[in-house]
């Protein structure tokens, strides 16, 4: 088994012992979540690996399962992958993707072939169950307001990572990254071992996925992917990707308001924002080192994708990126594209935020990222018109 109990423990000890300085401090919020949390998770983890060994006795067809030019979109947070990945996996004829029910509910192929039976049984008894799971999750995913939450729509795939407990996504539970590997850096900080360890649970974790659905394009949009990107190809050389880049005077608020949010879901700390000397650290490295790996392994399989260039021209960028990578031409492709476009600007945030209240100025982002600034012809917006709040930025529904 790969799970990584040390970190697991690890993470408990840091709870159980952080400071009242901690942004994780042992408030009754955090109680009671850690309480829930190890009510939970330690049984339903048990439950998925029991499945995962039923899956090698009843369908070991999974583990030659063949992945055939999965796609993955790649680049900092809050650059539009959660846009592009949703809209390509409304080409359901096409592609398939990992949703939040795939990930946490049924990552076995056991757990989804008993899955689709049930599904089967519901619709030819009236659908009373789907409606009532549907009614359900608006009522309670649908409630996050700063990124579309649901779980039967895609969602970013890293999350399967913990299953073996091995994911810088951890730490928006646990938000102790400092004391962790460093996930951040993963190429060129973790040792080839490890990191081959890692892949090989999540390529097995695609191929239950393929193998129990049936399709045969994956997609998946994997911003923390940006530091494994050579690993990633090691095991998917047939693998297509999309790196995503957006200004940073968005791309970084943004991305400081998603974590902070995210991590205060299950934490309670005093200041509203932090962290910003982490995410300074991995934005400047998820945008340089997936570009240089590009840039000095030139392949038709890769795309270099402006963020602006997706939102003005999205049915353009997309049917082009289809015959560049050899996917099967879509004639509803515009529909798609326009309902997807509709509906994503129909999500309305209330989450608002200032980088001069997270501390920087325009001119540090400016600073701090030029060579992204350079590289891109992004607006450096030196000449905001008069009497606007430059500094305030609303969260885009396309982000």
Known sequence: MPYNFHNFLRAAYLSLTAPKTSPARLTRKRILFLLLFYTVWPLGALVHWFCFFLDDLLFPGHKTQTIEKPLFIIGNLRSGSTFLHRLLSRDSETFTSLTIWDIYLTPSVTQKKITQLVARLDRRLGGHLRRWLYDFDRRTLGQFKIHPISFFQPEEDENIL???????WTSFLFPFADQM???RHFDEALPRKYRHRIMKFYKSMLQRHLFATGQKYFVAKNPAFSPKIETLLEFFPDARIIYLARNPLDMLPSTISWINYARRVFTEPKDKYLY???ILDFTQYWYRYPLKYLDTHP???HLILNYDNLIQRPEQVIRSFYEQFGYPDKP???DIVDQAVKETLAFNSDHVYSYQEMGFTREQIVEIYADIFERFGFDKREHELAGMDATTVKVSAID
């Open 162 to 168: 913990f299953h073996i407990w091995d994911s810088y």
């Open 181 to 183: 590997p460093d996930y």
């Open 276 to 278: 910003q000397d982490e």
């Open 299 to 301: 392949s038709p399989r």
């Open 332 to 334: 509803g492709l515009d």
